[in-house]
């Protein structure tokens, strides 16, 4: 039933190493969002994808590398973890031809 | 965002009507938003405007835009303590241009604490 899902909820892992989030819609929408979510509840946007196409990049380090194996779903692989990565990523999803914009539940990534 | 700006805290009493004001600075913008985002939770969509009307409402939420300012506020009735929460607005790009593709610009959030 779950709209927009991610996983892992939690992700804590040591500086350096590379770790991966999972996004997944089934609301059959042909664009991907992830955003980030710092310690003072700030959101920005860091990629949009349009049918497994990268649409938007706002200047995120390389070392994040989205990829979308097919239209549900849109994955972020983050390399050689630092500190400042630490932080609430939200995946979401909409319709270029809708007005809404789905959520989903975040994935709380810490950093030690 | 620095295009988005509300104010941070809001204090109300059970029962009486909350607002919640923002204003952005992008006139291009075709849709604005109101997100929810409960403790340790994702963003809940609770309402949106299309930049072309003044008032939309549903059920004890009314939304008014005022263009002309680029002022956008968002008032609920009969606050409930459930309605503790942080909300943010968000402006819209549209999906003509690569640049804006339907990205979501963020406020910085207003926390809303509901007391008895």
């Known amino acids: 039933d779950t709209a927009v899902s991610q996983t892992p909820k939690y992700l804590v892992t040591q500086m350096g190493n590379d770790k991966s989030i999972k996004c997944e819609q089934n609301l059959g929408h042909d664009t991907m969002y992830w955003y980030k979510q710092d310690s003072k509840k700030f959101l920005k946007i860091m990629f949009s994808?349009?049918?497994?196409?990268?649409?938007i990049n706002e200047t995120v380090p390389n070392r994040f590398s989205p990829k979308s194996p097919d239209k549900a779903h849109l994955n972020l692989h983050i390399n050689s973890l630092e500190l400042g990565d630490s932080a609430v990523y939200f995946c979401a999803s909409s319709q270029p031809s809708g007005n809404e914009q789905f959520f989903g539940p975040g994935t709380r990534l810490t950093v030690l | 965002g620095e295009d988005v700006e509300q104010s941070l805290f809001l204090s109300v009493r059970e029962g009486d009507s909350s607002v919640i004001n923002c204003t952005y600075t992008?006139?291009?913008?075709?849709?604005l938003y109101w997100y929810k985002q409960e403790p340790g939770a994702g963003l809940q969509l609770l309402t949106y405007i299309f930049s072309n009307m003044d008032m939309k409402q549903d059920q004890r939420l009314t939304v008014l835009l005022n263009k002309k300012d680029k002022h956008l506020s968002l008032r609920i009735a009969d606050t409930q303590t459930g309605d503790s929460a942080i909300y943010f607005c968000a402006e819209r790009g549209g999906f003509e241009t690569t640049d804006s593709w339907g990205k979501l610009q963020f406020g910085a959030g207003t926390q809303v604490v509901v007391t008895p």
């Open positions: 994808y349009n049918n497994k196409e990268l649409i």
């Open positions: 992008d006139s291009s913008s075709t849709y």
